[in-house]
């Protein structure tokens, strides 16, 4: 699967380059060392609650340290995503590829990919929430779906970009039951810049799922 070239070549491109490596730097190490560092201090501190049960005071002074290093990696995860995902630095479109060519390796299944060659305009927050969506809606399918094909298409119609996710799996009744972190996450994120996620039939009547996001097109 190829890869698209940044869509700014600038002169200001290699100082935008050493940023863009130290956020993903910055996002990797936080994602990958400290947010499961604190997974493993939430679950000893959960099977400690246990053993001291007999003992109320230790028992609520564990329990609220288990509380807060979960709303601790709660922060966490909003300051990762505050980062942005580095692949956008390739624009949307090449963002997509990007994203659609990690997935595909060792995935037992065909993606395909329906994305324009040039950036559509959009605003940051809009593009983010794009990426975003497409992100949990592949990864959902590779992990839950069973899907033989999955294929992403992304479209501007009239004043809003269009965000589909197709896949032969598991129908949406199973996928809702299955997915519904993700099915929250994506909706949540349509909602916060003035779209909207839906989980559907696929339009042929075939076994699958259709995730549908219709989101702000023009640039703010």
């Known amino acids: 699967m190829s890869l698209s070239k940044p ?20 996002s ?10 604190l997974a493993g201090i939430r679950l000893r501190l959960d099977t400690a ?4 049960a007999h003992a109320p005071e230790a028992h609520r002074l564990i329990t609220q340290a288990a509380e807060e290093a979960a709303r601790t990696a709660q922060e966490l995860r909003r ?13 949307l479109p090449g963002a997509l590829r990007r994203l659609a060519a990690r997935l595909d390796e060792g995935a037992h299944m ?3 990919l329906d994305v324009p060659e040039v950036s559509p305009r959009l605003s940051a927050e809009v593009e983010v929430a794009t990426y975003r969506i497409a992100s949990e809606s592949l990864t959902n399918v590779v992990r ?25 799996g598991v129908g949406p009744l199973d996928v809702r039951h299955a997915r519904g972190l993700g099915l929250s996450s994506m909706t949540r994120r349509a909602q916060e810049v003035g779209g909207r996620c839906d ?17 702000p097109g023009q640039a703010a």
């Open 199 to 215: 989980v559907l039939p696929r339009r042929d009547g075939r076994s699958g799922t259709l995730v549908r996001a219709v989101l």
């Open 7 to 26: 869509i700014s070549q600038a002169a200001g491109e290699p100082a935008a380059d050493v940023r863009q490596d130290e956020r993903r730097r910055l």
């Open 144 to 168: 839950h779906a069973d899907a033989g094909q999955v294929t992403l298409r992304l479209a501007l119609d009239d004043d809003h970009i269009v965000l589909e996710v197709t896949d032969d």
């Open 79 to 91: 300051i990762i995503d505050g980062l942005g995902p580095a692949d956008l630095h390739w624009g």
């Open 49 to 52: 609650a246990t053993m001291v």
């Open 110 to 112: 065909t993606i395909v």
């Open 28 to 37: 990797c190490d936080l994602h990958d060392t400290v947010g499961p560092a």
